[in-house]
């Protein structure tokens, strides 16, 4: 197992935004405040806007292995949503349709009138909000190993299933404890902060089929970046909503534009039951090689999806 080194993290100038963007050529960062927030993203390439919404536990770098490719043919927008990285991390705001609409005043204040919009983990989340929220502002909607919170959440198990909790997920009974601990309010911040690459290393290894595909310098970034109280609190809240989510979930008519679900390994059997529910004209893809970090394991067969039911 690849692991983050604890030494590097006091020395985080590298991992800072302004360094991390050196591995981009052609994209900046951008800031701005919107919906009563400071809101950090990249931006980079031309043509039709293209958002992107990262997942936990990263930031905006998780699409540094398909973004160059992406700006070759879209004005690619990769935004840290509220809590995320150098955007604020506000007390409130961390259900989903709060989220979109800081994505949709951003979205106003650029002056674009309908994006396309992507999103992986909570940000597919926070995406297919967005897109529940402001069809009228949503061309064509992408997911990726997440989707809007419902009530089969609350069907999880609390305790794994007889050998199904093996050193990877089983995608027949996935086990995933952190949706419950990040449901608790100030103990994960003092369990983990300072102790960040810990959690993070073991949860690269458990969700992803090669976890060596996450490269050191992602993971000190990622580490750094979550590595403090304020930071943990923020992104556990993105949980800590979920119950607000269901019941907002419940008043959304089903979305009419075009939506591809990609899932990985674990993921695709069940957004292939459950996103028909919700998207009447849907595609699904699955990577079926690759863990949960697909972005890291299938760069190439993430953009064969997209740029295929973009075009």
Same mark, same amino acid.
């Given at each position: ?69 992406l700006a070759q043919k879209y004005r690619v927008l990769i935004i840290d949503i509220r809590g995320m990285g150098s955007s604020e991390k506000p007390q409130s705001g961390y259900d989903k349709k709060t989220m979109a609409a800081d994505i949709l005043a951003l979205v106003q204040q650029l002056g674009l009138t309908k994006v396309q919009i992507m999103g992986h983990d909570i940000g597919g989340m926070v995406a297919m909000s967005f897109a529940f929220n402001y069809p009228q502002f949503t061309e064509k909607l992408i997911v990726l190993d997440g989707s809007h919170p419902s ?28 949706? /419950? ?6 103990? +994960? %911040? #003092?369990? @983990?902060?300072?102790? $960040?690459?810990? &959690? ?90 690759? /863990? ?6 299938? +760069? %190439? #067969?993430? @953009?064969?999806?997209? $740029?295929?039911? &973009?075009?």
């Amino acid at each position: 197992m690849t692991q983050a080194n604890p030494n590097t993290l006091a020395s985080q100038d590298q991992y800072a935004d302004e360094a991390l963007i050196q591995h981009l050529p052609g994209f900046t960062n951008q800031y701005a405040t919107v919906n009563g927030v400071r809101l950090h993203y990249v931006e980079g390439g031309s043509g039709t806007p293209l958002i992107c919404l990262p997942g936990w536990p990263q930031t905006w770098y998780s699409y540094q292995p398909i973004a160059a490719a992406l700006a070759q043919k879209y004005r690619v927008l990769i935004i840290d949503i509220r809590g995320m990285g150098s955007s604020e991390k506000p007390q409130s705001g961390y259900d989903k349709k709060t989220m979109a609409a800081d994505i949709l005043a951003l979205v106003q204040q650029l002056g674009l009138t309908k994006v396309q919009i992507m999103g992986h983990d909570i940000g597919g989340m926070v995406a297919m909000s967005f897109a529940f929220n402001y069809p009228q502002f949503t061309e064509k909607l992408i997911v990726l190993d997440g989707s809007h919170p419902s009530e089969g959440m609350l069907q999880m198990s609390l305790i794994p299933a007889v050998g199904t909790f093996t050193e990877k997920m089983d995608a027949n009974r996935p086990y995933a404890w952190w949706m /419950g601990f990040n449901q608790v309010k100030g103990l +994960p %911040e #003092q369990l @983990l902060a300072g102790r $960040f690459q810990y &959690l993070l290393d073991w949860l690269f290894h458990y969700v992803m089929i090669d976890d060596s595909k996450m490269t050191p310098l992602e993971r000190n970034h990622y580490a750094a970046a979550y590595n403090d109280a304020e930071s943990i609190r923020a992104s556990n809240a993105w949980y800590q909503t979920f119950s607000q989510d269901i019941q907002d979930a419940q008043t959304y008519s089903p979305l009419e534009m075009p939506v591809l679900g990609i899932g990985s390994y674990i993921s695709y059997q069940y957004m292939k039951m459950g996103l028909p529910h919700v998207a009447r004209n849907l595609e699904m893809v699955g990577i079926l090689d690759s /863990g949960h970090y697909l972005f890291e394991e299938q +760069p %190439e #067969q993430v @953009l064969d999806a997209v $740029f295929s039911f &973009l075009n």
